[in-house]
């Protein structure tokens, strides 16, 4: 077996640190193997194909995953440290994905399993479920010279049970805005003073993660989907009604729905033209406003709203907003449209990196290898910068 270039040494000597020197060296045997197999991605399979099938302490591999003291979220931090001074310019924007993926796991040891919604399988008029894992899966977006559209790079993952599931187990459910509020607090202070973007789908439209990243002490701009039937409001005024007593109000009087201004003809429509996914160049309409959101329980918070439509019908209208109400509404929805790349980078994980076709059954090993794979993807994407030129 040929060694590795100089290149991939010195990329992979960052993450040193986070292991004792027996247990990188065993790591890197795993890593290396699991690049350079096929089929199923197992400790096993990754010792065969760097030919050491016959190797009589297999059992210390294991143990990198299930035993050995080592932290999956400092090996974030450093992948994300990484992939920023590959791909990232100083002082630009730091464009993160979030979203779900399954990973269908079955067995009676695995305790965190529970049925979820297949994304793949599931339509508008019928909804298939899947046993297994499900993974809140973070990934910075960058530009790679080797292809025409932006990759995104996974570097943090962690498992979020189903309601059940916890109940089973008698644990605290955390909900996906929950697990959500609590990785990008992790990002905000691994990177203190880059100004970061959270994207995420319609899942991540929650008045408590837009409360999250308002308040953080550098705030972070969510964009995601808004319902058509959102309650807004104006702003609330600023000197108390004469002859009302008790509180300032919170909000001002209510906007009109943005589902009534799809149809409302007194709308003002532009125009704006950028890349729709796959289709190319296309021009989309827009109507944009800001807003305070609001419900029942929650403080309301300031937005944009962007409701689009497309003049030839190719696609449903529907409405997005960001947490910061001063961006423009192209802005806002060329971010929306990188969200799509995860999608791409799940499917490419599977395809590539055999996601999902591990073994493991104790809970450590479990929460070790699926992030590990989810990351594999953002290392072979630096070893190729590296190895590109």
């Given at each position: 077996m040929p060694s590795p270039s100089p290149e991939i040494v010195q990329l992979l000597s960052a993450f040193a640190v986070v292991f004792t020197t027996p247990t990188f060296g065993k790591a890197l045997t795993l890593?290396?193997?699991?690049?350079?197999?096929?089929?199923?991605?197992?400790?096993?399979?990754?010792?065969?194909?760097?030919?050491?099938?016959?190797?009589?302490?297999?059992?210390?591999?294991?143990?990198?995953?299930?035993?050995?003291?080592?932290?999956?979220?400092?090996?974030?931090?450093?992948?994300?440290?990484?992939?920023?001074?590959?791909?990232?310019?100083?002082?630009?924007?730091?464009?993160?994905?979030?979203?779900?993926?399954?990973?269908?796991?079955?067995?009676?040891?695995?305790?965190?399993?529970?049925?979820?919604?297949?994304?793949?399988?599931?339509?508008?008029?019928?909804?298939?479920?899947?046993?297994?894992?499900?993974?809140i899966v973070m990934a910075l977006v960058v530009t790679v010279p080797w292809s025409q559209r932006p990759w995104a790079c996974p570097f943090l993952a962690v498992p979020a049970r189903s309601p059940k599931t916890a109940a089973r187990l008698k644990r605290k459910n955390w909900t996906i805005v929950q697990w959500t509020s609590h990785l990008i607090g992790w990002v905000r202070r691994w990177q203190p003073e880059r100004e970061i973007v959270l994207v995420g789908d319609g899942s991540y439209a929650a008045i408590l993660l837009v409360q999250r990243c308002q308040r953080l002490k550098q705030p972070v701009k969510l964009v995601s989907r808004l319902r058509l039937d959102a309650q807004l409001y104006e702003p609330p005024p600023t000197e108390r009604p004469k002859g009302k007593r008790g509180p300032m109000p919170k909000k001002g009087a209510r906007q009109p729905k943005l589902a009534d201004r799809l149809n409302d003809e007194q709308t003002e429509w532009c125009t704006m033209e950028l890349s729709w996914y796959s289709d190319g160049l296309q021009s989309i309409e827009y109507a944009t406003g800001t807003a305070l959101w609001h419900r029942p329980g929650q403080g309301p918070v300031p937005l944009r709203w962007v409701l689009i439509r497309s003049p030839e019908d190719k696609f449903k209208p529907g409405a997005l907003f960001c947490s910061e109400s001063a961006l423009s509404a192209q802005q806002i929805v060329e971010w929306f449209i990188l969200r799509w790349n995860i999608e791409v980078t799940f499917e490419e994980v599977r395809a590539f990196l055999g996601f999902g076709t591990q073994r493991h059954w104790s809970d450590r090993a479990i929460e070790r290898t699926s992030p590990c794979l989810l990351g594999l993807f953002s290392l072979v994407t630096l070893m190729a910068r590296r190895l590109h030129g």
């Amino acid at each position: 077996m040929p060694s590795p270039s100089p290149e991939i040494v010195q990329l992979l000597s960052a993450f040193a640190v986070v292991f004792t020197t027996p247990t990188f060296g065993k790591a890197l045997t795993l890593v290396y193997g699991t690049i350079l197999g096929n089929g199923r991605r197992t400790v096993t399979s990754a010792l065969r194909a760097m030919g050491l099938a016959e190797s009589q302490t297999y059992g210390t591999y294991h143990r990198v995953l299930n035993r050995a003291v080592w932290s999956p979220r400092e090996l974030s931090r450093i992948l994300l440290d990484l992939l920023i001074r590959a791909f990232v310019p100083p002082g630009a924007s730091l464009v993160l994905l979030v979203d779900e993926t399954i990973e269908a796991r079955k067995g009676r040891k695995i305790k965190n399993k529970g049925w979820f919604r297949d994304p793949v399988r599931s339509g508008i008029r019928q909804v298939n479920y899947v046993l297994g894992l499900r993974w809140i899966v973070m990934a910075l977006v960058v530009t790679v010279p080797w292809s025409q559209r932006p990759w995104a790079c996974p570097f943090l993952a962690v498992p979020a049970r189903s309601p059940k599931t916890a109940a089973r187990l008698k644990r605290k459910n955390w909900t996906i805005v929950q697990w959500t509020s609590h990785l990008i607090g992790w990002v905000r202070r691994w990177q203190p003073e880059r100004e970061i973007v959270l994207v995420g789908d319609g899942s991540y439209a929650a008045i408590l993660l837009v409360q999250r990243c308002q308040r953080l002490k550098q705030p972070v701009k969510l964009v995601s989907r808004l319902r058509l039937d959102a309650q807004l409001y104006e702003p609330p005024p600023t000197e108390r009604p004469k002859g009302k007593r008790g509180p300032m109000p919170k909000k001002g009087a209510r906007q009109p729905k943005l589902a009534d201004r799809l149809n409302d003809e007194q709308t003002e429509w532009c125009t704006m033209e950028l890349s729709w996914y796959s289709d190319g160049l296309q021009s989309i309409e827009y109507a944009t406003g800001t807003a305070l959101w609001h419900r029942p329980g929650q403080g309301p918070v300031p937005l944009r709203w962007v409701l689009i439509r497309s003049p030839e019908d190719k696609f449903k209208p529907g409405a997005l907003f960001c947490s910061e109400s001063a961006l423009s509404a192209q802005q806002i929805v060329e971010w929306f449209i990188l969200r799509w790349n995860i999608e791409v980078t799940f499917e490419e994980v599977r395809a590539f990196l055999g996601f999902g076709t591990q073994r493991h059954w104790s809970d450590r090993a479990i929460e070790r290898t699926s992030p590990c794979l989810l990351g594999l993807f953002s290392l072979v994407t630096l070893m190729a910068r590296r190895l590109h030129g």
